[in-house]
């Protein structure tokens, strides 16, 4: 986590100077700008980390790893696709809960599987979709997607979970 905040520090860092360096008023509007943009998504950020925390002390560790571990398979995999089918929201509220699961020890699979399903499936999208686009539109992209959130969980699975270490609890 250490080396992740200190590469967004540099890369802050270059990008403030390129900013001076167009003028004063560039680099203040880019971080007007963003910290606008902190300010409109930190309710959502502070709920979907407390949802986050809640999760991980509400549901037993022993529930996570037995519904959603490893050990799982493919039951863990559908449920990961259905679960992430039904989750609202952007990443802000999704990854804190991808997070919280891999920390209850959920299992590579499920993970992708949920993460994928919440891009491709997105159930609370679908009513929008259908209305701006069309309904016909909405029932061929959903039906043209519909095998690859089970398939990225199943392949994670069984070729990559050895290489996913253990959250550190």
Do not use: D
Not at 127 to 133: D, G, R, V
């Amino acid at each position: 986590m250490r080396n992740i905040s200190l590469f967004f520090a540099a890369v802050a860092s270059v990008l403030s100077w390129i900013a001076y360096k167009k003028g004063p008023e560039t680099l203040t509007e880019g971080w007007k700008f963003g910290l606008g943009t902190l300010i409109k998504v930190m309710p959502i950020l502070v709920l979907a980390f407390g949802i986050s925390g809640l999760l991980q002390t509400l549901v037993p560790k022993e529930v996570i790893a037995k519904s959603l571990g490893r050990e799982s398979g493919w039951r863990g995999i559908w449920l990961g696709c259905a679960v992430g089918a039904i989750t609202p929201g952007g990443p802000y509220t999704s990854f804190p809960i991808v997070a919280a699961l891999y920390q209850a020890g959920a299992g590579l699979g499920t993970l992708v599987a949920y993460v994928t399903a919440w891009s491709l499936w997105a159930v609370a999208r679908l009513p929008i979709e259908s209305a701006l686009i069309s309904p016909r539109f909405m029932v061929f992209r959903l039906l043209s997607s519909l095998l690859f959130p089970p398939l990225a969980g199943g392949i994670a699975h069984i070729f990559f979970s050895k290489y996913l270490p253990a959250a550190n609890p």
